[in-house]
């Protein structure tokens, strides 16, 4: 037998709040300082070996439909593994679903966010019902009978994982159906109707193309009336106890995101009640879209940190060539330059939640433009961090007992649902059109930096802000890219070391920017940087 040599520990046990400076210190600049001992003790739950099991897990043990029982009767449930519930009675526990509604207090949203971005580098499946939970509850409260009903429930930490009428059970969880499968992006499609049944209440006929989640107790669902499309609220029981008539058709074989269900669903005379004024869906329910983009970025700035720490911390005890790899110049160069990205996307985040808790113009501004910009740019440089990851750690990171493949499949999702690359960037031309005051937010936000090159950077994209043909669809991802970049330096040369800051503006805020990573100029701390982010256990 050979003995095993020059291969690294596993990151585990492992603090992923108290080794992650990056998200300590946005947490307590963005409002939530508070939540410090809360979020290290989920970091230290979520970090040890076994909570790390369960996302391998739920992830091999992939749910499964049970369309009927043995006599043909229909169930329309899904089985999950021991482990997918495990992990969202930590999820719920910590309040990651609704904490900001249920307990208000500034940096509630701030102190969440570090929260779900530590839930999503160990599982991102479950994230899925919490980040829909989380995102129902502004739209829930568009009809205040309905809310005062579910919310309690919503606002429970006590994870009840039966099938059963929502009165019977300790907690729930939302989903939400829009998707159809003649048109996603183009809501205004949905063919799924609404008819009145008499009391107050109606019926649901038609279907949709992905509905996650679907052992969620409720969804928030699209349908026409006379006056337009329509939000309903849509439970999986009727208020007779019988099972709402929607059938599971089949569930989604996906790329990532294995261990959470996403479903084809037919509706057929489904109990729902109306949420907010009838033809008003869109809006209604685009206030649950605002939040679960908030979670996009949160959820691929995590995969990205996950990444990250992974590749460091291999690289800080794998040798090659005499040295270990992050002693290698050119492998110091790569993992400065992923964790710039890390931690560019981490600072944006954050800063962006905290906009979730406050109510000023700013504020206002800043979740209207910056939600669907940040959306853009973050998940869409994910799979490319991801990728680069995997490399650091050779053929191992090929392999799925490493994490590796599974933050690479998962990466791309975020930036496909709740609204697809361009339709962020096409929103964002939208939002700075009809957001009074949104260019001069944005310029204070994007001003006040030192730093030479952040300061043309700005002038520039502030120029092309003001500019009569800003709403240029075929440029507007060239301009959403730019705005993200630039605020990105703006915080970090704000918020974060010099070597950080100097590092990002020097390799970001030019034309070539962002082919391959570990092309960072001379000059650079590479190793200060990589430093900073590397994880301990
Ligand atoms: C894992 C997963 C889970 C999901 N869960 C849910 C769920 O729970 N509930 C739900 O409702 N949906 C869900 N979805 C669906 C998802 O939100 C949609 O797939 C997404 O919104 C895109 O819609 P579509 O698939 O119909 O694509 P389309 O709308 O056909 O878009 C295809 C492409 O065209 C682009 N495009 C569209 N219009 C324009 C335009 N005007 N200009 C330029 N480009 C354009 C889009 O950006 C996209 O890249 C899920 C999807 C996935 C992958």
Redesign the pocket.
């Known amino acids: 037998m050979f003995e095993v040599q020059n291969q690294p520990p596993p990151l585990e046990p492992y603090n992923l709040f108290a080794s992650d400076a990056v998200l300590g210190d946005a947490v307590q600049r963005e409002g939530a300082g508070w939540a410090k001992s809360e979020l290290t003790a989920l970091g230290a739950t979520l970090g040890k070996p076994e909570t790390i099991r369960l996302g391998f897990d739920a992830n091999k043990f992939t749910p499964q439909l049970r369309t009927f029982d043995r006599y043909g009767h229909r169930l329309d449930e899904v089985e999950f593994h021991p482990a997918w519930h495990e992990l969202l009675t930590i999820a719920l526990a910590a309040g990651l679903h609704s904490s900001p509604w249920a307990e208000p207090k500034p940096g509630a949203h701030v102190a969440r966010a570090a929260g779900t971005y530590m839930l999503g580098q160990v599982e991102s499946g479950v994230y899925?019902p919490i980040a829909?939970t989380y995102g129902s509850v502004p739209t829930l409260r568009h009809a205040p009978a309905i809310a005062s009903e579910w919310l309690p429930r919503i606002f429970s930490r006590d994870y009840d994982r039966n099938f059963r009428p929502v009165k019977q059970k300790t907690s729930a969880l939302l989903?939400?159906?829009?998707?159809?499968?003649?048109?996603?992006?183009?809501l205004r499609t949905n063919t799924t109707r609404a008819e009145p049944a008499g009391d107050g209440s109606f019926r649901l006929h038609g279907h949709?193309?992905?509905?996650?989640?679907p052992m969620c107790d409720a969804f928030l669902v699209l349908a026409q009336l006379p006056k337009g499309l329509s939000c309903f609220l849509m439970p999986r029981w009727t208020p007779d106890g019988e099972r709402n008539a929607i059938q599971i058709l089949r569930l989604?074989d996906?790329?990532?995101?294995r261990s959470?269900a996403?479903s084809e669903v037919e509706f057929h005379g489904a109990f729902a009640q109306l949420i907010g004024e009838e033809g008003r869906g869109i809006p209604t329910i685009i206030e649950m879209g605002s939040h679960t983009r908030l979670d996009c970025c949160i959820g691929s700035s995590g995969l990205m940190r996950q990444a990250v720490a992974q590749a460091i911390h291999h690289a800080r005890y794998r040798t090659a060539f005499q040295k270990k790899l992050i002693d290698q110049p050119l492998m110091t160069n790569v993992l400065a330059d992923l964790a710039l990205e890390s931690e560019a996307a981490t600072v944006l985040t954050m800063w962006l939640a905290r906009a979730y808790d406050e109510d000023n113009e700013a504020a206002q501004v800043i979740r209207r433009v910056v939600t669907p910009a940040a959306k853009f740019w973050i998940c869409k440089r994910t799979p490319f961090v991801t990728y680069e990851a995997m490399e650091v750690l050779g053929g191992s990171g090929y392999i799925e007992e490493s994490i590796m493949p599974r933050l690479y499949r998962e990466a791309p999702?975020n930036s496909?649902?709740?609204?697809?690359?361009?339709?962020?960037c096409?929103d964002v031309l939208r939002a700075i059109e009809r957001t009074p005051n949104a260019v001069d937010v944005l310029r204070h936000e994007l001003g006040g930096g030192k730093d030479a090159r952040l300061k043309d950077a700005t002038s520039t994209l502030e120029k092309r802000l003001a500019a009569r043909d800003r709403n240029d669809?075929s440029q507007a991802r060239a301009l959403v890219r730019d705005l993200i970049v630039a605020l990105q330096g703006a915080l970090l040369t704000r918020h974060a070391p010099t070597a950080v800051s100097d590092a990002f503006c020097a390799s970001r805020l030019h034309a070539e920017a962002g082919s391959a990573f570990g092309m960072l100029p001379r000059g650079v701390d590479f190793r200060a940087i990589a430093d900073r982010a590397a994880p301990r256990n």
């Open positions: 899925c829909m989903g939400m159906g829009m998707t159809e499968n003649q048109g996603g992006s183009d949709k193309w992905f509905m996650s989640a989604k996906k790329l990532g995101n959470n996403s999702v496909i649902w709740e609204g697809s690359g361009n339709i962020m096409l669809e």
